[in-house]
């Protein structure tokens, strides 16, 4: 979406993890410089007379921790400045002024845990009230969304049973919840990424590329439960995968898990950058030469996924799904996008 979608071949490809071109906002001019002058205030770079500079010739750490711990909560959203970004971006795809490029895009299982979906309501009527403040929509749009996600379906974290005792596992950790919670993970984890993700794959070909969709299903921690202070409690979780797509080294205060030294895990890890690798020198994640990956299709070929998983009792089950989970309730937000990225 770059320059209005005239990019002149500044791409060659895009990859988008977490997040596509609906389900957030966008960030002002405003907010994002009061983030910048937050960071370069905490790190000394304020007074200097170049200070973008003086952030890049700061030692990664000090830089890295200054992210963190001053920024916590705040948006790193793209913001409109009339040239780079010129438009909302689901306005850009919708009027197709996007490159022909391939893409991959994709998302992690339970991306709600983090994503705005942590309520302690008990009732249907909490959970309306608590979807109409958080997604901007009225009682009527609440109820039926909750009607397309019922309280019995699987929820996040879709590896737990629905019936797992919930409130009390998240008590333990100083997270409240209730008995809507899950729900509302489902709810808040396709709003945010899922629901875009599938609606950017199923239209991608339009635009003269290639879409190339994933799902990464691998539970970096399970129980006991261990809350991180801007992800979640664990399992697939916002952000979780990380450490898995480029072996990031555990650094504090950063907040994602570190890959483990289990041979599924690690074969998981491995895929993930062998197909990133291929698609990023050739527009094809199949070209790596590694017989025990599964060929990646293209989305158009057949509307399927590349689901990364492994698990921590160290089983790895790489392989292509049809993308059609909770078919109604996505559908229902990718026609309301003027809604609900408001």
């Not at 996600?149 to 996040?156: H, N, Q, R, V, W």
Request: glycine share 10%; hydrophobic share 35%; proline share 6%.
């Amino acid at each position: 979406m770059a320059y209005g979608g005239d990019t002149q071949d500044l791409f060659r490809g895009a990859i988008m993890a977490s997040g596509s071109f609906f389900g957030f906002g966008q960030t002002s001019l405003a907010d994002a410089q009061a983030v910048y002058d937050n960071i370069t205030t905490h790190t000394g770079c304020a007074d200097a007379i170049n200070s973008l500079q003086c952030l890049k010739d700061l030692p990664f750490k000090k830089l890295n921790q200054t992210v963190y711990e001053q920024n916590e909560g705040q948006s790193f959203g793209p913001v409109i400045d009339g040239d780079f970004f010129r438009s909302y971006a689901f306005v850009a795809f919708q009027q197709g002024r996007l490159p022909p490029i391939n893409i991959i895009t994709g998302c992690n299982s339970d991306e709600g845990m983090s994503l705005g979906g942590q309520t302690n309501a008990n009732t249907s009527t909490q959970l309306a009230a608590y979807l109409e403040n958080g997604l901007g929509i009225n009682e009527t749009l609440a109820h039926e969304l909750m009607d397309l996600y019922p309280l019995d379906a699987p929820s996040p974290p879709y590896s737990v049973p629905i019936d797992y005792p919930w409130v009390e596992a998240t008590a333990k950790v100083g997270l409240y919840s209730g008995k809507q919670t899950r729900r509302s993970y489902a709810i808040f984890g396709d709003k945010a990424v899922m629901a875009g993700r599938r609606k950017a794959a199923t239209e991608w070909s339009r635009f003269g590329g290639k879409a190339y969709s994933f799902r990464w299903d691998t539970d970096a921690s399970r129980f006991p439960l261990v809350y991180t202070p801007g992800l979640g409690p664990g399992f697939a979780q916002h952000g979780a995968e990380l450490s898995w797509e480029f072996r990031l080294p555990y650094i504090s205060p950063t907040p994602y898990p570190p890959l483990p030294n289990i041979t599924a895990m690690q074969k998981d890890s491995y895929a993930m950058q062998a197909t990133w690798v291929s698609f990023a020198a050739t527009g094809s994640p199949n070209n790596h030469g590694l017989d025990w990956v599964p060929h990646w299709p293209a989305y158009e070929n057949g509307s399927q996924n590349f689901v990364f998983n492994a698990t921590l009792d160290d089983t790895l089950n790489l392989h292509i799904e049809e993308d059609d989970f909770r078919k109604a309730g996505i559908e229902w937000m990718n026609q309301r996008w003027a809604i609900l990225n408001r």
